[in-house]
C-alpha cells in the first residue's frame, strides 16, 4: 500500500542549532514531493517541491533547505533555526499520474527557542 | 503564478444548518484540480472532496458539496446538517501541473 512516513513528530531546539525533518514514501516511485509550513492558526504555506532526485524547487526564500537523495526520500534541513522557523511541518506526496489525491505525512511540531 | 484564496478567516454556524465556505483560485493552467481539506485541532489533514477542472458536475461527499464556477473561478464548499465535530479549519487548495498551493484557511466553529 502508499503510505508516507515524517519524522520526528515533535521537536524543542533552540536558536542556531541545526534542523532536519525526514520525510518517505513506499509504495510507489516517482512521486512528486512537498513540505509545507503552518504558522500557529495560520494557512500552509508552501516551501519546497520536488519532481525527482536531485530536483528542488523552493517557493519562499528563507532560511530552509531541501533535498532529495533518493527517489522516495525527501529532507527539509536548516543549518541554523531562528524563532520564526516555529511551526508546524507537513510533507506531503502526490502520485505523478494521479491529480486527485494527496496523501499526507503525520506532521512535525517544532518549537525554537 | 497560481493563487488561492480564502477570504472568510472565521465562520460561526448553528448545529444542523448549512455553511457555505468561500474560496477562489487564479491559474493559467487549462488543467487543474480542486480540493477541500478539514484539518482539526490534531493538525492531520482529512481530505474532503476534489473538483477536476474539465469535470461537468459539482462534486458531492456526503455532507459536502463542492459548489465550482468556472468562469467565476470560485470552489466554494458546501456543508449541510452541521454538526459540532465539523469545527476545524478548513483549507482550499488547487493543483495544477506541479504547483500545488493551499488558502489561508477558514476556522469554523459550529454552536448547539
Known amino acids: 500500500s502508499q503510505t508516507i512516513h515524517q519524522w520526528p513528530a515533535t521537536l524543542v531546539q533552540p536558536v542556531g542549532s541545526p534542523l532536519s525533518l525526514e520525510c518517505t514514501v513506499e509504495?510507489?516511485?516517482?512521486?512528486?514531493l512537498y513540505w509545507y509550513r503552518q504558522a500557529a492558526g495560520r494557512g500552509l504555506q508552501l516551501l519546497f517541491y520536488?519532481?525527482?532526485?536531485?530536483?528542488i524547487s523552493s517557493e519562499v526564500p528563507q532560511n530552509l533547505s531541501a533535498s532529495r537523495p533518493q527517489d522516495r526520500q525527501f529532507i527539509l534541513s536548516s543549518k541554523k533555526l531562528l524563532l520564526s522557523d516555529s511551526g508546524f511541518y507537513l510533507c506531503?506526496?502526490?502520485?505523478?499520474?494521479?491529480?486527485?489525491?494527496?496523501?499526507f505525512g503525520e506532521g512535525s511540531w517544532l518549537t525554537v527557542v | 503564478a497560481q493563487k488561492i484564496t480564502q477570504t472568510q478567516p472565521g465562520m460561526f454556524v448553528q448545529e444542523k444548518e448549512a455553511v457555505t465556505l468561500d474560496c477562489t483560485y487564479d491559474t493559467s493552467d487549462p488543467s487543474y484540480g480542486l480540493f477541500w481539506y478539514k484539518q482539526p485541532s490534531s493538525g492531520e489533514m482529512i481530505f474532503l472532496i476534489y473538483q477536476g477542472s474539465y469535470d461537468q458536475q459539482n462534486a458531492t461527499e456526503g455532507r459536502y458539496s463542492l459548489n465550482f464556477q468556472k468562469a467565476r473561478k470560485s470552489a466554494n464548499l458546501v456543508i449541510s446538517a452541521s454538526q459540532l465535530g465539523d469545527s476545524a479549519m478548513y483549507f482550499c487548495a488547487m493543483r495544477a501541473t506541479y504547483d500545488m498551493r493551499f488558502g489561508a484557511g477558514t476556522r469554523l466553529t459550529v454552536k448547539p
Open positions: 509504495g510507489t516511485s516517482n512521486p512528486n
Open positions: 520536488s519532481v525527482g532526485i536531485g530536483q
Open positions: 506531503a506526496w502526490i502520485p505523478r499520474y494521479s491529480g486527485n489525491t494527496i496523501y
